[in-house]
């Protein structure tokens, strides 16, 4: 069985600038596992990037770095990885979903596989994300600066995504989509009121935007169309994608993001790193590459210690 130096859990931009740090070195043999459904890949437009002041979609940067990552050698399967452990000192197995495939074998894993936001059953929205409709104020704020803006939310975590945006624009409408039993706080409701945000619940709506990824409005269950080209979401209980390294003993914060260290971004369980969204920062693209450089430059070195190891 192949035993790799290196095993990356997830193909998005921290796992393939990992990748391709690890790659320059032309010393290791490294795989990147990806599930093909990360963050990125429904991103139509990051903005806020050196370099691209027209915005780049993270399809495209993806693809980009897998051609740069193929460039060093390095090998990128798609698979989903259910099961990790560790079954030596400086050897981990993972299993992936695949029937009646064989375990992958590693000296040391990173993992990048990131946090899902929980997107609505809207499909109308998801050609529009990174465009018109957007999750991030501090990625995409200035992309509503004085424009009418619609807030899609749930109870709490919507207002305070509104309060957030008035930073912003005075235009914001939050349509409240939590149960009635679950709806905003009535102090949050007294700061709506006092920001001059409006406040409306709707549990049932209908969203209106064209193939091109741009938002037109939406429609209430009354009959009420409202117009707007842009939103936000709001509703909460993102999906933290950490559960491998719980099965690994790693450390978590309570919100279920992984716990590195800041200078290596090595986890509390050594031979394991974590970088990108999965672990704790501000969930920035720029962030998230800088991790993964960070990560690789360490599993570099600790490689090389194990190898020197192996060879006395």
């Not at 914001?172 to 009121?193: R, T």
Request: with cysteine; charged share 20%; proline share 3%.
């Amino acid at each position: 069985m192949m035993v790799y130096d290196c095993i990356i859990i997830g193909g998005g931009i921290a796992g393939l600038q990992a990748a391709i740090q690890l790659g320059r070195y032309a010393m290791h043999d490294v795989l990147v596992i990806d599930s093909g459904d990360g963050r990125s890949k429904i991103c139509r437009s990051y903005r806020n990037l050196l370099g691209y002041p027209g915005g780049v979609s993270g399809d495209t940067l993806r693809q980009a770095g897998l051609a740069q990552a193929a460039d060093y050698g390095i090998e990128v399967i798609t698979d989903t990885i259910l099961e990790a452990r560790g079954i030596a000192s400086d050897l981990f197995e993972l299993r992936g979903s695949k029937p009646g495939s064989e375990p992958y074998q590693s000296r040391t894993l990173l993992i990048a596989t990131g946090v899902m936001d929980r997107l609505p059953d809207y499909p109308e929205l998801r050609p529009c994300l990174g465009l018109t409709v957007f999750v991030c104020p501090d990625c995409d704020g200035y992309e509503i600066r004085n424009r009418s803006t619609l807030v899609l939310g749930a109870g709490d975590v919507g207002a305070n995504m509104a309060l957030t945006l008035r930073t912003w624009t005075d235009k914001l409408l939050y349509l409240d989509q939590a149960p009635e039993s679950q709806s905003v706080s009535a102090p949050l409701q007294e700061k709506l009121a006092a920001a001059s945000i409006v406040y409306q619940r709707a549990e049932h709506l209908r969203v209106h935007a064209d193939c091109d990824g741009n938002l037109q409005g939406i429609t209430l269950q009354d009959g009420t169309r409202i117009e707007a080209d842009r939103a936000f979401l709001a509703y909460g209980g993102n999906e933290v994608r950490s559960s491998l390294a719980r099965q690994l003993g790693a450390k978590l914060h309570e919100n279920s993001h992984i716990w590195t260290d800041p200078r290596s971004k090595m986890t509390s369980v050594s031979g394991i790193w974590a970088a990108g969204d999965v672990a704790i920062h501000s969930e920035q693209v720029s962030i998230a590459m800088g991790e993964g450089a960070q990560a690789a430059i360490w599993i570099h070195k600790t490689l090389l210690k194990m190898k020197q190891a192996r060879q006395q």
